[in-house]
Nanobody, 125 residues
């Protein structure tokens, strides 16, 4: 069982930056692939970024070059550095943990076993 808690959301102007953090519980945190997803009002939850237990990273095309995912297994945390934010990045951002580390389907919501409660990110134009 893994419990996840996101922090770091807020209101920022377009072009600005935010850093989201996700704190996980449990001794086996390092075994999980970790992902960030987001959901805007009226839209489906979508993949943003993921990092495997081996440190391989994956990004949605819409955030590639602007967002960076990283993890610190000693602290049981995963972070998402978001730069050059756009109004279309506005959403609730969720942290998720995946036991399988299966990279072929790492972008799928259904692959993830545990989810945080989410943190709101609002980018004003």
């Amino acid at each position: 069982q893994v419990q996840l808690a996101e922090s770091g959301g807020g209101l920022v102007q377009a072009g600005g930056s935010l850093r989201l953090s996700c704190a996980g519980s449990g001794r086996t945190f390092s075994n999980y692939a970790m992902g960030w997803f987001r959901q805007a009002p009226g839209k489906e939850r979508e993949f943003v970024a993921a990092i495997t237990n081996a440190g391989s990273t994956y990004y949605a095309d819409s955030v590639k070059g602007r967002f960076t995912i990283s993890r610190d297994n000693a602290k049981n945390t995963v972070s998402l550095q978001m730069n050059s934010l756009k109004p279309e990045d506005t959403a609730v951002y969720y942290c998720a943990a995946d036991r399988s580390n299966w990279v072929v389907t790492i972008r799928r919501v259904s692959q993830y076993d545990y989810w945080g409660q989410g943190t709101q990110v609002t980018v004003s134009s």
